[in-house]
C-alpha cells in the first residue's frame, strides 16, 4: 500500500504565500512521478503541477505559471508546492497524487495513488 499525506494548507489573503507538503509512505514506488491537483467547490478536479523522478522535468498548468513551484525531495519521500501571489481564484482543496509512469501528465487518469486533501482558502 501508498499513503500520500498533504500538510501546510490554510486560510491566507490574497497576494500571500502557502507551502505544500506531500509525504509518500508504505510501499517504494520506483522513480515515481508526482503531481498536485486541486478542486474548487462545483468544479471538477484540475492539473495544477507535476515533476518527474529527477526533478528535472515540470509542468504547470497556466493559471499558476510563475506564482507555484513543484519541487521533491526523494530522501525525504517529499514533494512541495511553493504558492506566491495567491488569488482568491486558487482557494480549493488541493491534492497531490502519485503515478508510475515516467513521463509528467495533466490528466487525473493517469495518477494512480492520492492523498485526502488540504485545504487552501484565499481571502480577498
Known amino acids: 500500500q501508498v499513503q500520500l499525506v498533504e500538510s501546510g494548507g490554510g486560510l491566507v489573503q490574497a497576494g500571500g504565500s502557502l507551502r505544500l507538503s506531500c509525504a509518500v509512505s508504505g510501499r517504494t514506488l520506483s522513480r515515481y512521478v508526482m503531481g498536485w491537483f486541486r478542486q474548487a467547490p462545483g468544479k471538477e478536479r484540475e492539473f495544477v503541477a507535476g515533476i518527474n523522478w529527477s526533478g528535472g522535468s515540470t509542468r504547470y498548468a497556466d493559471s499558476v505559471k510563475g506564482r507555484f513551484t513543484i519541487s521533491r525531495d526523494n530522501a525525504k519521500r517529499t514533494t512541495y508546492l511553493q504558492m506566491n501571489s495567491l488569488k482568491p481564484e486558487d482557494t480549493a482543496l488541493y491534492y497531490c497524487?502519485?503515478?508510475?509512469?515516467?513521463?509528467?501528465?495533466?490528466?487525473?487518469?493517469?495518477?494512480?495513488?492520492w492523498g485526502q486533501g488540504t485545504q487552501v482558502t484565499v481571502s480577498s
Open positions: 497524487a502519485a503515478s508510475a509512469r515516467a513521463v509528467v501528465a495533466d490528466r487525473a487518469t493517469l495518477y494512480d495513488y
